[in-house]
């Protein structure tokens, strides 16, 4: 099943965000290996909140995390066990695919709904919420993003059953851990290199990793922020640019780090962009964005390719 919302390559306008005005356009210039021409979306996002101190919001978001992992335990992990044995019995193949679109379809909607209103009946908002919009955003770029192309493309793309139930099991694998806590600091390269790896898995072969900032070390929250926003980016790459060539750039720029996605494909133009509102682009990169101040560039064209620039204010950790 294909994301219902708008491929967010079809972009060129400005977003706002909370507290700013709306940023000036960048200029149309680059770097690297591609050089798409066109308008670029120059996202500023405010800071976020400080720390979260207060003893009663830590309890509720820890509550809403095991809440949310037994509702998760309850509603797919079984479903997706069964199908998983399914799939290696060499059982009826059609049945299998249309049970397993159904509880796609669940997923999808149970993950959009997280980021829709308070969790109920938690009176610290903030934490909940942020705890809920976390959730969303890991299981929109791993599990989701896993079982999906299960159904859209694995059979028609010649997948044998051992392959099948591989995917499936690495979705329930993602779709378990995304309830854990984030890593206090993480290995920037490892999680970049898995998120690649995914995408080759998926269908996205010539994907290329250059940069000098990859041995540097990440606290959780910026680790998640660099690592999401590159799924996100590729998985679009994957589904909507008909590209050749993806690059992933990690490279310092001063006391800040800056992740660049492009690709060679297809582009579009601002009015596409001004109807992507859709989890993948809203949450995934302008949500992640917007909890660590960072800073957001979509810069396309028809015909001249997409690139994504994130740039984070904090100093990089190193190893």
């Known amino acids: 099943?294909?994301?219902?919302?708008?491929?967010?390559?079809?972009?060129?306008?400005?977003?706002?965000?909370?507290?700013?005005?709306?940023?000036?356009?960048?200029t149309g210039g680059g770097h690297g290996r591609f050089t798409p021409r066109g308008d670029d979306v120059n996202t500023v996002m405010?800071?976020?909140?400080?720390?979260?101190?207060?003893?009663?919001?830590?309890?509720a978001t820890a509550r809403e995390r095991r809440r949310l992992a037994a509702e998760l335990e309850r509603r797919f992990a079984p479903v997706l066990e069964d199908l998983i044995e399914r799939v290696r019995d060499l059982d009826d193949e059609a049945a299998v695919h249309s049970e397993l679109t159904v509880h796609a379809v669940a997923l999808r909607r149970w993950v959009e709904g997280l980021t829709r209103g308070r969790a109920r009946g938690a009176t610290p908002a903030d934490g909940v919420a942020t705890e809920r919009l976390r959730l969303a955003r890991r299981l929109h770029d791993t599990a989701l993003q896993l079982v999906e192309y299960v159904?859209?493309?694995?059979?028609?793309?010649?997948?044998?059953?051992a392959a099948?139930?591989?995917?499936?099991?690495?979705?329930?694998?993602?779709?378990?851990?995304?309830?854990?806590?984030?890593?206090?600091?993480?290995?920037?390269?490892?999680?970049?290199?898995?998120?690649?790896?995914?995408?080759r898995r998926l269908g996205l072969d010539a994907v290329v990793l250059e940069g000098d900032a990859l041995e540097a070390q990440l606290a959780g929250a910026d680790l998640e922020l660099v690592?999401?926003?590159?799924?996100?980016a590729l998985t679009n790459v994957r589904k909507h640019a008909r590209a050749r060539q993806a690059v992933v750039r990690v490279e310092r720029a001063g006391r800040a780090l800056r992740v660049t996605v492009e690709d060679d494909g297809v582009g579009t133009d601002h009015r596409a962009l001004r109807r992507a509102d859709g989890l993948g682009l809203r949450e995934s990169i302008v949500g992640r964005g917007s909890a660590r101040a960072a800073t957001i560039r979509i810069h396309t064209?028809?015909?001249?390719?997409?690139?994504v620039t994130l740039t984070m204010p904090q100093e990089v950790h190193r190893p």
């Open 1 to 26: 099943m294909r994301d219902p919302a708008a491929p967010w390559q079809s972009c060129t306008t400005r977003f706002r965000g909370a507290g700013n005005a709306e940023q000036d356009q960048a």
């Open 46 to 59: 405010p800071l976020a909140h400080g720390p979260r101190e207060a003893t009663e919001e830590r309890a």
């Open 151 to 161: 159904v859209t493309d694995a059979y028609g793309a010649g997948l044998d059953h």
């Open 164 to 199: 099948v139930a591989s995917h499936l099991g690495d979705a329930l694998a993602e779709l378990r851990a995304a309830t854990a806590p984030a890593v206090a600091l993480g290995d920037l390269r490892r999680e970049v290199e898995d998120a690649i790896a995914d995408a």
């Open 227 to 232: 690592v999401g926003t590159i799924r996100e």
């Open 301 to 307: 064209a028809p015909g001249a390719g997409t690139r």
